[in-house]
C-alpha cells in the first residue's frame, strides 16, 4: 500500500466557489480546485504524494493517517472517504 493510501482525500463541490476543491485534512493546509470532479481528485493526489515525499526528504514525521475517518461535510452529512483502486 502507498503511504498516500493512508490519508483522506476530499473532493466536494463549493457553491461559493462554484468549483470542485479538493482537501487531505490534517496533512496539508488548502489544496486544489477545478471545474472537473475526476481531476480536482487526481491533482489531489499527486499533491499528497509530493508532501509525503517532502516529508521523507526532509526527516520530518507525516500526521497520524486519516483514512477511514469519518469527516461532517458543512450541511453535516457525515461521509467517510475511500480512494479507489483501479483508476475508475
Do not use: N
Not at 462554484?18 to 485534512?25: I, K, L, R
Not at 526527516?59 to 469527516?71: E, K, V
Amino acid at each position: 500500500m502507498k503511504d498516500s493510501a493512508r490519508y483522506a482525500k476530499i473532493v466536494e463541490w463549493s457553491d461559493e466557489d462554484q468549483c470542485y476543491v479538493g482537501s487531505a485534512p490534517d496533512l496539508i493546509y488548502g489544496g486544489c480546485h477545478g471545474d472537473d470532479e475526476r481531476a480536482v481528485f487526481a491533482e489531489l493526489c499527486d499533491i499528497v504524494d509530493e508532501i509525503i515525499e517532502l516529508h521523507k526528504q526532509d526527516g520530518t514525521p507525516l500526521p497520524p493517517p486519516t483514512s477511514g475517518r469519518i469527516f461532517v461535510g458543512a450541511s453535516g452529512e457525515r461521509s467517510v472517504e475511500r480512494r479507489r483502486q483501479g483508476g475508475s
